[in-house]
């Protein structure tokens, strides 16, 4: 049973190959339900997130996760080939520590991830579909990631999702201050979004929210207040940023939504940052003259810039994963020997019940007790040292010498003193 991490991310897909492999969060543990329903997958994990999809499992090997994958969202194999990569074993894991450390991220040392792979091993723990190899490494994986982050500079000054959308509204506004900024959605990514809005003080701040209540805490958080998903349409006009990050499997904002508000606005400018996969603005509204509309990709362009003051820290993270990989892959092969070391165990435990019983027989039929002692101390050390004994005297030839040596480093003897 081997490891496997696969998928496909932000350095290999666009953004329309990405969103098509996305995954529904309320419908993950059914996908893995059936992904292990009939195929040679022992165990499995689905990290889905805007910038990537992968699977983990424990499988011999990756060709019927692969089929699966495109299976599942009604794909065929050759679509996606071209974007998806395959880690086996060792770079597996190595791919799984980099991306929990944020080493993987469009934004270097971004922390998010982290949180959004807890919560993938979470589900999969839940659905029973986590057995000890996955959740061992799950396990590890944090680990590393946390003594990356607390020994490195790794997330220093970082320039985050949401702090790139403020950079991006105030290359087209210079204040903040001026502007009405609506958020859809109610995730950890739209709170993010709004803490960093919120620190320019925009004119107004609005959640706009399918469940309201979810929204209510936001909003109170920074001072703002809440709209009906509904309500959208007829004040979309009142807003010069929107940023939108739902798990909507179509698009929230249309075309002509957006053209009507322009009109209302009499073409005063709009941006509008669109951080879903699948995406929730429909890709045509970036066309219109009056909309400045960025994506997830876009953001690229931003964080790179802030990545060259912190390469001195990712060869730092890189070191210590790949010596914490090297320390995983030494547990992986001491479970090898469990099996072994168990036999042994039993064995030697039922030679000790056998000659226990033997002298307590004895002691009962009234033998003196420094015999019987004397006995089971003899009688013990003989049956445990007959089966090397046995082994050495049978080897033939060069074997002998080598199960000579065999024994001589088991029971650290010095033959030659």
Not at 81 to 93: G, M, N, T
Request: aromatic letters at 6%; glycine letters at 6%.
């Amino acid at each position: 049973m081997q490891v496997f991490a696969l998928g496909i991310n932000h350095h290999t897909a666009p953004l329309d190959i990405r969103e098509q492999v996305a995954f529904d969060p309320t419908r993950l543990a059914q996908a893995l339900h059936d992904l292990l329903r009939g195929r040679p997958v022992r165990e499995a994990a689905i990290l889905s997130t805007c910038n990537r999809t992968e699977l983990y499992c424990a499988a011999e090997e990756p060709a019927a996760a692969i089929d699966w994958l495109a299976e599942y969202h009604d794909l065929t194999a050759r679509k996606i080939e071209p974007y998806l990569y395959r880690h086996p074993q060792k770079d597996a894991v190595r791919h799984m520590f980099r991306v929990a450390s944020g080493l993987d991220s469009m934004v270097l040392g971004e922390p998010q991830i982290l949180g959004q792979m807890k919560q993938a091993a979470r589900v999969a723990e839940e659905a029973g579909t986590l057995g000890t190899l996955l959740n061992k490494l799950f396990q590890r994986t944090f680990a590393v990631a946390k003594e990356v982050r607390s020994t490195t500079a790794i997330g220093a000054n970082i320039v985050s999702m949401a702090a790139a959308a403020v950079h991006l509204s105030e290359r087209i506004f210079e204040r903040l201050a001026d502007q009405n900024v609506l958020f859809i959605g109610a995730g950890e990514m739209i709170e993010l979004c709004a803490a960093h809005f919120a620190g320019g003080q925009p004119k107004r701040l609005s959640i706009a929210n399918r469940t309201p209540e979810r929204a209510q805490p936001i909003a109170e958080r920074f001072g703002g207040d809440v709209l009906r998903l509904d309500e959208v349409s007829e004040r979309l006009a009142d807003y010069d940023i929107v940023v939108s990050c739902t798990a909507s499997a179509l698009p929230i904002i249309g075309l002509g939504m957006v053209e009507r508000a322009l009109k209302a606005r009499r073409h005063r400018p709009m941006v509008m940052v669109d951080l879903a996969v699948p995406r929730d603005i429909e890709a045509e509204i970036g066309q219109l003259d009056d909309v400045f509309l960025y994506t997830l990709d876009d953001l690229a362009e931003i964080v790179e810039s802030g990545q060259e003051s912190r390469q001195a820290a990712i060869v730092e993270a890189e070191e210590i994963i790949t010596h914490r990989v090297d320390d995983f892959f030494h547990w992986l092969e001491s479970r090898e020997t469990v099996p072994t070391i168990r036999a042994l165990r039993d064995a030697g435990e039922r030679t000790r019940r056998h000659e226990l019983e033997h002298a307590l027989k004895l002691l009962h039929r009234g033998d003196d007790p420094v015999h019987v002692l004397e006995a089971l101390s003899k009688g013990l050390t003989n049956k445990l040292l007959h089966p090397p004994t046995q082994a050495l005297n049978q080897a033939e030839g060069s074997e002998r010498g080598e199960v000579a040596q065999l024994i001589s480093r088991i029971w650290r003897l010095h033959p030659e003193q």
